[in-house]
């Protein structure tokens, strides 16, 4: 069992910035893939980018590309999503997962966090 914890969200304007933080417990973390997926009213949770066990490998959605940073520290158990030049769109839930290999389907995420609201207003 891998535990995960979000962090990080809140309300900001349109422009600004955010970073998320996912505390891991339970099973070795930097044994797992790490992706953050997001929810928005009435909407599918969609992937938003993941990143492999060591770091060397990252994957995002085109709709954050140039604007997130996927990133972890496996000796602190955490990884991170650095959020700039949000827009409204951004608003949603924002969950931590860790699975087997780095991909973009959900369904390959065997653990998930509770999500942490992102607001960004216009």
Do not use: H
């Not at 929810?39 to 085109?62: H, M």
């Amino acid at each position: 069992q891998v535990q995960l914890v979000e962090s990080g969200g809140g309300l900001v304007q349109a422009g600004g910035s955010l970073r998320l933080s996912c505390a891991a417990s339970g099973r070795t973390f930097s044994n797992y893939a790490m992706g953050w997926f997001r929810q928005a009213p009435g909407k599918e949770r969609e992937f938003v980018a993941t990143i492999n066990w060591s770091g060397g490998y990252t994957l995002y959605a085109d709709s954050v590309k140039g604007r997130f940073t996927i990133s972890r520290d496996n000796a602190k158990n955490t990884g991170y999503l650095q959020m700039n030049s949000l827009k409204p769109e951004d608003t949603a839930v924002y969950y931590c997962a860790v699975g087997r290999a780095p991909t973009l389907r959900r369904y390959d995420y065997n653990y998930w966090g509770q999500g942490t609201q992102v607001t960004v207003s216009s």
